[in-house]
Nanobody, 114 residues
């Protein structure tokens, strides 16, 4: 059973930075896709960023130029570097991986104060 462990959330002032990490365990297969979604209070979960096993990346328009996703294929780990954070980035961030099916982490809270 694939398990995902997220880390790196917290409280930061607007304009600051945070780095989220996600580690997948319980599998010998490299994830096809790894990525992040987020869910703010009262809103639907929304796509943030993804990266393929080949290194192709996709970003939501709202985070382009501020967030950078990266991964370490042999270790099945992924990071999301978040710079120039805004209060509207406040949400629970969920990592996900695709290894024959989707797996989700438990989420990590990111709070950006104004």
């Amino acid at each position: 059973q694939v398990q995902l462990v997220e880390s790196g959330g917290g409280l930061v002032q607007a304009g600051g930075s945070l780095r989220l990490s996600c580690a997948a365990s319980g599998t010998t297969f490299s994830a096809d896709i790894m990525g992040w979604y987020r869910q703010a209070p009262g809103k639907q979960r929304e796509f943030v960023a993804s990266i393929s096993s080949g290194g192709s990346t996709n970003y939501a328009d709202s985070v382009k130029g501020r967030f950078t996703i990266s991964r370490d294929n042999p270790k099945n780990t992924m990071s999301l570097q978040m710079n120039s954070l805004k209060p509207e980035d406040t949400a629970v961030y969920y990592c996900y991986v695709v290894i024959f099916r989707n797996y989700w982490g438990q989420g990590t809270q990111v709070t950006v104060s104004s």
